[in-house]
């Protein structure tokens, strides 16, 4: 870390700011003055500068919002940037039980089966890659978009009321990475595959990996009316047994198309219990692997086609030999065991990063368009694709560093690479190929973010280095330590490390960072009675004068509201083996005035936020006395706000 000037010189200038007509003195420290607190606590000039940045006074908001993957946690997190301030942590995958999300809602049920795959139940994600929706290649603050690696699955995020609305499954793949990423309009939520394995989901033995293992790369439709995934207007293209990892949209001149890169393009299998080279070895033999550049708007038409598709486990896929004969798939070399592929804001350049390559190679979309246009191929890979030639599309390689993994962009050709194995971030310019500085970060950076740094107008002003590893950072809190997100100033000619920001969940793994003003969030619901997740007020909400309990049969249909401080009725009475179904509306319209709605020993936990309206189904199977109660404590008699499920 940079420290500019002497302790000695620190007191001189901030003394001249110093309010000292009023200056209490604690053991000796004058603590109403700048000066006399950086002192006490031992802060440079830098430290004081850093603070300075990064203090967001009460009442006073935040200029960006983050967006950052959950990780392991299957959620993801909302962090103001410059504060650093944690603000939410949405429910995604996993259940989140303050948020009701996933103890008792019929709506929240729906959500999580319809993310069950192989026929389990899957109550966590491995979410990756957060990719907020765009218009004409701009972050629009609509929709946020999230992968799950460890279960191939996408979910959506209205950011109205940021809450999960949808959760599609891609039955074709082993597991997913390269994505979400959206094309320029939100045409299209990207997703590819990471570890190969047989499309149709059966078995097959490793020795025939060439011939029955395959990856894939899948374009959900994405109707923005709807705010949901059509899975009816989606598609997947069919890819070699390669490793996939990243893939981003191109923009500008590049919009259309996409590029997605590949690891173990060697198809080691591993083994190494059965002396075969492990996978960690197998995998990086090859000094180059494949970049693949896929043609999706064509590939949309081709999809659409009769007979251009096969349908595999229910969904449409265009086979490899269609892709390549229809001219929508082609490789270029790329060095060694890639990472990163991250276009240029300009969408003119593609630059790439390997792990075990020190370099960032910049390829020139014009070169590639040129090579495919002129079948400039230096030959194709097993699989029939052609291949471009390397030197015929790159622009150039500069040196930044080791492990080179993720770039993201600033205003003016400006380049920001993490480099993992140094623990460093790389500034430089991708236009003039030139390396401009490093800042040392703590450590193991993996991803990083910059303002609105996946947009064609990046903001530059902030980066976040997402760190894996956090070691003498924090104060230990046992052997799983906190993940650092540290925030870094890029806004002047030398980047400063601004501030260390603990994460309690793990492992994060990229986020994106919004101008906060282009949010339109909701404090509250629009009308009382609300359904998020149809996005309209239900018909069958209960309103104020509407409380009743009904008995159809073996069904006990209670209507229910709640208000600061009850809620009516107070009194269930119903037989055991009935089937209770509780509609309830929170009909206050107050901002945070939000209800909970637990019953105790059922596992039901409801967050009712302002207007909301929610419906819990269960079979009251034991017989007993179960108090229901607010979780929330709303009010001055919120202890007060509850009542009885009496179960004869
Ligand atoms: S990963 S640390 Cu995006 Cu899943 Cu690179
Ligand atoms: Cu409502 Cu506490």
């Avoid at 003195?25 to 607190?37: L, P």
């Avoid at 006490?40 to 990064?54: F, G, M, N, P, Q």
């Avoid at 990423?181 to 590819?192: D, G, R």
């Avoid at 947009?455 to 330590?481: C, E, M, Q």
């Amino acid at each position: 870390m940079k420290r500019i000037g002497s302790r000695s010189h620190l007191a001189l200038v901030l003394a001249a700011v110093a309010f000292v007509g009023l200056s209490a003195c604690r053991a000796g420290v004058d603590t109403t003055s700048v000066g006399g607190v950086a002192e006490a606590r031992e802060l440079s000039e830098a430290d004081v500068l850093a603070a300075a940045k990064t203090y967001v006074p009460t009442g006073r908001m935040d200029e960006y919002l983050m967006f950052s993957s959950g990780g392991h946690s299957g959620q993801v997190l909302v962090i103001g940037i410059p504060s650093m301030r944690l603000l939410k942590v949405i429910g995604v995958f996993t259940p989140e039980p303050w948020q009701g999300y996933g103890y008792g809602a019929e709506e929240h049920k729906e959500l999580m089966a319809s993310g069950e795959m192989s026929g389990h139940e899957i109550t966590w994600g491995d979410t990756h890659h957060p990719a907020l929706s765009e218009t004409d290649g701009d972050y629009d603050g609509q929709f946020l978009f999230i992968n799950d690696k460890a279960n191939p699955r996408i979910a959506v995020i209205d950011l109205r009321d940021m809450e999960t609305k949808q959760i599609v499954t891609d039955p074709l793949m082993g597991s997913n990475h390269g994505g979400a990423f959206v094309t320029p309009n939100t045409e299209y939520v990207i997703e590819a595959s990471q570890y190969a394995a047989p499309l149709d989901g059966s078995y097959a033995s490793l020795d025939e990996y060439k011939d029955k293992y395959r990856g894939a790369v899948t374009l959900f439709k994405f109707d923005r009316e709807r705010g949901r995934i059509d899975l009816d207007q989606s598609f997947s293209i069919e890819l070699p047994p390669y490793w996939q990892d990243l893939s981003d949209a191109g923009k500008g001149p590049s919009a259309g198309w996409m590029f997605l890169n590949s690891f173990n393009t060697e198809m080691a299998t591993g083994g190494i219990e059965s002396g075969n080279p492990p996978f960690e070895a197998g995998v990086s033999q090859n000094d180059m692997d494949y970049l693949a550049i896929i043609n999706w708007e064509q590939a949309a038409d081709v999809a659409a086609q009769p007979g251009k598709t096969v349908t595999i486990q229910g969904r449409r896929v265009i086979p490899m030999a269609t892709a390549v004969s229809e001219g929508l798939l082609y490789f270029v070399p790329e060095p060694k065991s890639p990472h990163g592929i991250d276009v240029t804001p300009d969408g003119t350049k593609m630059v790439v990063s390997g792990k075990l390559d020190p370099h960032a190679t910049v390829y020139s979309w014009e070169k590639i368009q040129a090579a495919i246009a002129n079948s400039q191929f230096s030959g194709e890979d097993e699989y029939g694709v052609p291949i471009l030639d390397f030197d015929a599309v790159i622009e150039g390689q500069l040196e930044l560093g080791l492990g080179p993994l993720h770039t993201q962009y600033a205003p003016d050709g400006m380049a920001f690479t993490s480099l993992f194995l140094e623990s460093a971030v790389a500034k430089w310019n991708y236009e003039t190929l030139e390396l401009l500085e490093k800042q040392e970060v703590h450590y193991n950076v993996g991803h990083i973010a910059t303002a609105e740094g996946d947009t064609k107008s990046p903001d530059g002003g902030y980066l976040v280095s997402l760190n894996k590893w956090a070691i003498d950072r924090f104060h230990p809190v046992g052997p799983l330590h906190p993940q650092n997100f540290q925030l870094v100033d890029i806004s002047g000619p030398e980047m400063a490390l601004l501030y260390d920001s603990p994460i309690g969940i793990g492992e994060p793994h990229y986020a994106q960072i919004i101008k906060a003003d282009k949010l339109n969030v909701w404090t509250t619901y629009p009308e009382v009675g609300w359904d998020p997740h149809t996005m309209a007020k239900a018909e069958s909400a209960p309103l104020a004068g509407d409380e009743r309990i009904e008995r159809r049969g073996n069904e006990v249909h209670v209507f229910m509201t709640a208000i600061r401080s009850h809620f009516t009725p107070e009194h269930i009475t119903v037989n055991r083996g009935d089937e209770v179904v509780l509609h309830i509306t929170n009909i206050e319209l107050a901002q945070d005035a939000t209800h909970g709605f637990a019953i105790d020993k059922h596992n039901v936990n409801l967050s009712l936020e302002p207007g909301e309206t929610q419906t819990v189904r269960f079979v009251a199977d034991r017989a007993g006395v179960f108090p229901f109660y607010c979780t929330e404590f709303c009010s001055a008699l919120h202890l007060e706000m509850a009542g009885y499920l009496l179960v004869k």
